[in-house]
């Protein structure tokens, strides 16, 4: 089955520029999907089709994508950040794949 | 406002059967596509199925693992969307959100959620 992969973890200090990566095989043919997801709550997209911002989220979060990788940076992550990030795609049969999340520290 | 409220979640047996919902408004459910994602207790978000719109064929795709056992349905008139679930087993157990599809054929994501029905298979 396809997987999309993500690191476990990161963790940055406030202030500094986080970096959460998912690799996956239909990436450079595929738009790649970013959410975050709060303790206790359900999840809010946060990128979509690859760079674009949803309204109402805050312009330090960006994403793009490089053959098999993409990638959501927070540009001067705050403490309000702290969250864990999912990358999601479709695959080639039309099904929807997750990665298995980043939680990213943010202290 | 887009809202999606999931209802019908419970703890059910092994092998018995649970009939979730999802009651939408705020936009036009008839023309839009609609999924099911579920997250187990501590663990990531599972993509568990979706239906298309009758206009796009009313088509349904499901995960490997509950293809056969979940079967999605939706009621265009009173804008709500149904997951029937049948033959649970423990590794069901999980939170299970409604969402709104956007984007096209074959590279579609989920733009609103709802905030999820608990589902506890349990003996």
């Known amino acids: 089955s396809y997987e999309l992969t993500q690191p476990p973890s990161v963790s940055v200090s406030p202030g500094q520029t986080a970096r959460i990566t998912c690799s996956g095989d239909?990436?450079?043919?595929?738009?790649g999907y970013w959410y975050q997801q709060k303790s206790g709550q359900a999840p809010v997209l946060v990128i979509y089709e690859d760079s674009k911002r949803p309204s109402g989220i805050p312009e330090r979060f960006s994403g793009s994508s490089s053959g098999t990788m993409a990638t959501l940076t927070i540009s001067g992550a705050q403490v309000e950040d702290e969250a864990a990030y999912y990358c999601y795609s479709a695959d080639n049969s039309g099904r929807g794949v997750f990665g298995g999340g980043t939680k990213l520290t943010v202290l | 406002e887009v809202q999606l409220v999931e209802s019908g979640g419970g703890l059910v047996k092994p092998g018995g059967s649970l009939r979730l919902s999802c009651a939408a408004s705020?936009?036009?459910?008839?023309?839009?596509?609609m999924s099911w994602v579920r997250q187990a207790p501590g663990k990531g978000l599972e993509w568990v199925g979706h239906?298309?719109?009758?206009?796009?064929?009313?088509?349904?795709d499901y995960a490997a693992p509950v293809k056969d056992r979940f079967f999605i349905s939706r009621d265009d008139l009173q804008s709500t969307l149904f997951l029937q679930m049948n033959s649970l087993k423990t590794e069901d157990t999980a939170m299970y959100f409604c969402?709104?599809?956007?984007?096209?054929?074959?590279?579609?994501?989920?733009?609103?959620w709802g905030q999820g029905t608990l589902v506890t298979v349990s003996s």
């Open positions: 239906i298309k719109s009758k206009t796009d064929g009313g088509t349904k």
């Open positions: 239909t990436l450079p043919k595929k738009f």
């Open positions: 705020g936009f036009t459910f008839s023309n839009a596509w």
């Open positions: 969402t709104r599809d956007s984007g096209i054929d074959g590279d579609f994501y989920s733009d609103y």
